[in-house]
Nanobody, 115 residues
Framework: QVQLVESGGGLVQAGGSLRLSCAAS????????MGWYRQAPGKQREFIAT???????NYADSVKGRFTISRDNPKNTVYLQMNSLKPEDTAVYYC?????????WGKGTLVTVSS
């Protein structure tokens, strides 16, 4: 059974940093792309970053240069390092695994950035 469990969210002041973690189980991790998405109140879920099995990364323009996605294959964990946080980064952050033809999602972790 595939499970993705996010952690590391919380309340931080603007300009601060947080590191989110996503622990994957169910044998899906090493060979598949993993990603982070977020959903702010009243808005649609949006793409933030993705990392392939080989380590190639891609970022949304809104976070490029501030957020870094990485993965630790032995630990079956993907991370999102978030620096220079802004109030508009406030959202529930979701971990995603692409296992064609399926997609898996975690339950999310809330990040709140105060001004």
């Amino acid at each position: 059974q595939v499970q993705l469990v996010e952690s590391g969210g919380g309340l931080v002041q603007a300009g601060g940093s947080l590191r989110l973690s996503c622990a994957a189980s169910g044998g899906i991790f090493n060979n598949h792309a993993m990603g982070w998405y977020r959903q702010a109140p009243g808005k649609q879920r949006e793409f933030i970053a993705t990392i392939t099995a080989g380590g190639s990364t891609n970022y949304a323009d809104s976070v490029k240069g501030r957020f870094t996605i990485s993965r630790d294959n032995p630990k079956n964990t993907v991370y999102l390092q978030m620096n220079s946080l802004k109030p508009e980064d406030t959202a529930v952050y979701y971990c995603n695994a692409e296992v064609p033809p399926f997609e898996y999602w975690g339950k999310g972790t809330l990040v709140t950035v105060s001004s």
